[in-house]
C-alpha cells in the first residue's frame, strides 16, 4: 500500500507563488514515477508534470513548462511543485500521484495512488 499526500494549496493572487508539498509513504519500493496532476471545474483531468525518482529527471505539460518546477527530497520521501508566476487559469484541485510505470506517463490512469487534492485558487 502506498499512501500520498499533498499540501500547501491556498489563494493567491495572480503572479503570485505556490509551493505544494507531496509526501509519499508505505510499500514504495516499486514506484517509479510521481506525477502532478490538476483538474478544473468541467474540466478533466490535466497532467502538469513528473519526476522519476531513481534520476530526478522532470517532464512538463506546454502550459506551465518555464513557470513550474518540480524537486525532490529523498531522504523525507516529498516531491515539491513550485508554481511561480501563477495566473488564473491555473486554479484548479491539485493531485500528486504515484506510477510503477517507466517513464514519465501523462495519463491519468497510468498512476496507481492518489492523494486528495489541495485546492489552488488564483485571483485575477
Known amino acids: 500500500q502506498v499512501h500520498v499526500v499533498e499540501s500547501g494549496g491556498g489563494l493567491v493572487q495572480a503572479g503570485g507563488s505556490l509551493r505544494l508539498t507531496c509526501v509519499v509513504s508505505?510499500?514504495?519500493?516499486?514506484?517509479?514515477?510521481t506525477g502532478w496532476f490538476r483538474q478544473a471545474p468541467g474540466k478533466e483531468r490535466e497532467f502538469v508534470g513528473a519526476?522519476?525518482?531513481?534520476?530526478?529527471?522532470?517532464y512538463y505539460a506546454d502550459s506551465v513548462k518555464g513557470r513550474f518546477t518540480i524537486s525532490r527530497d529523498n531522504a523525507n520521501h516529498t516531491k515539491y511543485l513550485q508554481m511561480n508566476t501563477l495566473k488564473p487559469e491555473d486554479t484548479a484541485v491539485y493531485y500528486c500521484?504515484?506510477?510503477?510505470?517507466?517513464?514519465?506517463?501523462?495519463?491519468?490512469?497510468?498512476?496507481?495512488?492518489w492523494g486528495q487534492g489541495t485546492q489552488v485558487t488564483v485571483s485575477s
Open positions: 500521484a504515484t506510477s510503477t510505470r517507466p517513464g514519465a506517463p501523462a495519463r491519468a490512469d497510468e498512476y496507481d495512488n
Open positions: 508505505g510499500h514504495t519500493r516499486s514506484t517509479y514515477t
Open positions: 519526476i522519476i525518482w531513481n534520476f530526478g529527471h522532470t
